[in-house]
């Protein structure tokens, strides 16, 4: 059964926590605030990864990342954006293409606030990851790890530590 990391505002800090942790999984999907070009050649190097670039992000990030990025893993339409918002909660243009599209995951980042919700609206899969970074408001770094069975998630998994 393949694993997914998915991991948001690094913010340039990329403790060795993700690795042991991302470890067993196949790719890394970064959900923007990255911060540097050496935390995403770090993931890279490490495992196969999807990013965005965030609102801190700039430079080279803004010219090699898409803003947005939609793709299928194992069956599953995937829909990966920095700034999404919340469930009952997303801007008028999110409305519109969550409803003329057919995603069973989307991931955000943003907020730093780690979060996982079933959208019965658009019947989707919401996470946000939270922070992995030190810069931010949050108490805890957070990660979350996908297991993925049969076109389906079958679990996620929530690393945590106090900042």
Same mark, same amino acid.
């Given at each position: 059964m393949p694993f997914v990391g998915i991991i948001s505002d690094t913010h340039g800090y990329l403790g060795d926590f993700v690795f042991d942790y991302f470890q067993e999984c196949e790719e890394i999907w970064h959900a923007g605030d990255i911060g540097s070009v050496e935390v995403y050649d770090n993931l890279s190097s490490y495992k196969p990864?999807?990013?965005? +670039?965030? $609102? *801190?992000?700039?430079? *080279? /990030?803004?010219? =090699? %990342?898409?803003?947005? /990025?939609? +793709? $299928?893993? +194992?069956? %599953? $339409?995937v829909f990966l954006k920095h700034i999404v918002g919340y469930p009952k909660n997303y801007n008028k243009k999110l409305k519109e293409h969550f409803a003329s599209n057919s995603y069973q995951l989307v991931i955000a980042g943003h907020s730093h606030i780690l979060g996982i919700m079933y959208d019965y609206n658009y019947n989707f899969l919401y996470i946000n990851p939270?922070?992995?970074? @030190?810069?931010?408001?949050?108490? &805890? *770094?957070?990660?979350? &790890? @996908?297991? =993925?069975?049969? &076109?389906? =998630?079958k679990n996620a998994f929530i690393w945590e530590k106090e900042k």
């Open positions: 990864t999807k990013a965005v +670039f965030g $609102n *801190i992000d700039g430079g *080279i /990030l803004t010219k =090699i %990342l898409p803003e947005t /990025l939609t +793709f $299928n893993y +194992f069956g %599953l $339409n939270g922070s992995a970074g @030190l810069y931010g408001v949050h108490q &805890k *770094i957070t990660l979350v &790890k @996908l297991e =993925i069975e049969s &076109k389906k =998630i």
